[in-house]
């Protein structure tokens, strides 16, 4: 475990090299967007960086960066420079999961408008097809949402409800994930499209397309993939 964070740090600190003075930052949510944000931080608190601010993807990244002394604004309509973030999975095409944390609606709301989107992640993110080893985080309305899930069974047969202890998990949002084990074949963006077609269904964990270049750690060092 402490090897894995070493990784994931050192891919994030190769990721904030790209950051600079009077940029809009995307800042994302997890274990190892965390280390992005404490580097941005740091190189905040050096004077290295000025006139920054960041878009922040979670409550918990918002106050992490409010405390580090970044600035923090809320997404608009303005385009971002640069987010940067984790993935659960990233295949050859730099296509993602995203999710596992929580955060997958607020933080496709906010890498969609990035000029460029980067993530970071250690070796063992990488998978030959999505879904290899992760689930597919679906983000549903509360309301009437076991009648969505039996929709969603329609679509991916396998998966459960996001509950980690006697009640079930609550995004930012106000909503329940849908964890789907996705099938051995599938096309990504038809099934993307038949989710999302979903009554009930608010967002998908699928990241297609979106990610331009990706850090990502090995005990050998880090490689950078890009798109």
Do not use: C
Not at 124 to 150: H, N
């Amino acid at each position: 475990m402490a090897d894995l964070e070493r990784l994931k740090e050192e891919a994030a600190r190769r990721a904030v090299t790209l950051v600079r003075s009077g940029m809009r930052v995307g800042l994302g949510t997890g274990s190892t967007a965390k280390y992005a944000i404490l580097a941005i931080g740091e190189r905040v608190a050096s004077g290295d960086l000025r006139d920054i601010v960041g878009v922040a993807t979670s409550d918990a990244s918002e106050a992490l960066a409010r405390q580090l002394g970044i600035p923090v604004e809320p997404l608009d309509p303005r385009p971002l420079d640069l987010a940067i973030d984790g993935a659960d999975e990233i295949d050859p095409g730099l296509n993602l999961i995203k999710g596992l944390g929580g955060a997958l609606l607020r933080e496709k709301l906010t890498e969609v408008q990035a000029r460029r989107l980067v993530i970071i992640a250690d070796h063992t993110k990488v998978v030959t097809r999505l879904g290899e080893k992760a689930p597919l985080p679906v983000e549903i309305a509360r309301f009437g949402f076991l009648s969505t899930i039996e929709r969603l069974r329609g679509l991916v047969p396998g998966g459960r409800l996001r509950q980690p202890g006697a009640q079930p998990y609550v995004t930012d949002n106000g909503n329940y994930i849908y964890d789907a084990q996705l099938p051995q074949s599938f096309d990504p963006a038809t099934l993307e499209r038949q989710l999302k077609g979903t009554l009930g269904v608010v967002e998908t964990g699928f990241f297609l397309g979106m990610a331009e270049l990706a850090f990502v750690a090995a005990p050998e060092g880090v490689r950078e993939l890009g798109r």
